[in-house]
């Protein structure tokens, strides 16, 4: 009798928590919402209709089915609910005009395609022929404060960074910088150098960097 009053009690809670993941689609307003509260409720009323039918059979094989499905759904479930919130977030999924607070905005990389925090993360930038830093010192480049120049490889070789350091053309930089800086720091690596037009004395017009 008790047996089946809490095979009856676990089924009644998980449909009952299923029903709710259910409404979360429908009512949540955007990707993000709606993937919380389905993890959560869909992972717990699953794990009560599996423990009731587990329960009701009273089998040893099947109780040990049953406990290998709910850890693989509790283990599984929130790696793929992050993953799906994450190409969410990285594919500009819109968020809910009611979004306060986004603790990510400036933290993803579309070059990298990750989501980084505020602590510092390298970066390798080669010079490509033409770039505007190649033929100056590291010390005239105006980096922003903060980054890091860690090392250069050159021609198989590594050359320890400094000030008077001289960039070259084929120069892979390993540059180490804040997540709000990439930006910055890659515009002063990529960027060509400025041509000028002059004449030469027959009138023909050429370009010089």
Known sequence: MIRELVEGALLVIG????????????RMPDLF????VTSKASVFGMTCIISAS???FQDPAITAR??????FVVLTMPVATH???RAGYTTNTPLSPETVVNELAGQYDPTTH??????PRSRMFEL???????GKRIAELGLPAGVLIRA??????TVVPRGQTILEVGDRLDVLAEPAEIGRVREIFLARAATTATDDPDGKSSASS
């Not at 049953?66 to 850890?71: D, H, M, P, R």
């Not at 990750?114 to 602590?119: I, K, P, Q, R, V």
């Not at 490509?128 to 190649?134: E, F, I, K, N, S």
């Not at 250069?152 to 070789?157: C, M, S, W």
């Open 152 to 157: 250069i490889h050159r021609e198989g070789g």
């Open 83 to 85: 993953l799906l919130a």
């Open 33 to 36: 919402t709606r993937l919380q």
């Open 114 to 119: 990750t989501l980084a925090g505020a602590e």
């Open 15 to 26: 449909c009952i928590f299923m029903l709710l993941a259910t409404v979360g689609i429908l």
């Open 54 to 56: 587990a329960l009701h």
């Open 66 to 71: 049953a406990i290998v499905i709910i850890a």
């Open 128 to 134: 490509a022929p033409g770039a505007a830093v190649v």
